[in-house]
């Protein structure tokens, strides 16, 4: 699998400017997942009513990586990262630039990226596990230290 480059590092400040960061809108199908998952419903349920929404892919990949259901936790996840690809590609993002994870609804689509690396690891997916984390640290180095902790098993 080859993912796509955000940008050298560096690019996103300083000296040499890179591509602005790529925000999701506040008000697409991530808000959406957002507000019925903080009203306790079932992410299988959010992810069948809004498919496009990475946030639910990333909750129910969270939990069954949680679980020790790596395989799903690994489907879960691919399929929340391409749908975010997709979400970010309508945005502007032409694979490469910053994903900030202070904005809200980039964090389904940074915390698919997550699991899938973890998953990818734990399934013995090596080089992909690396690519996974080189891509969100590129990204956003904050996500990938934020989420360092909230997905173990």
Known sequence: MSLPTPGA??????????PPPTLLPDDGP???AAALLRDEVDPADVAAAHPAASLAWSV??????AAGRTVEAYAYARTGYHRGLDALR?????GAGPVPWHHEPNRGFLRSLAVLGRAAGAIGEDDEASRCTQFLSACDPDAADRLAGDLLP
């Open 60 to 65: 129910l990949a969270t939990r069954a990586f």
């Open 90 to 94: 309508r945005s502007g993002w032409r």
């Open 9 to 18: 590092p560096g690019s996103h400040g300083g000296a040499v400017p890179g």
């Open 30 to 32: 991530e808000a959406a």
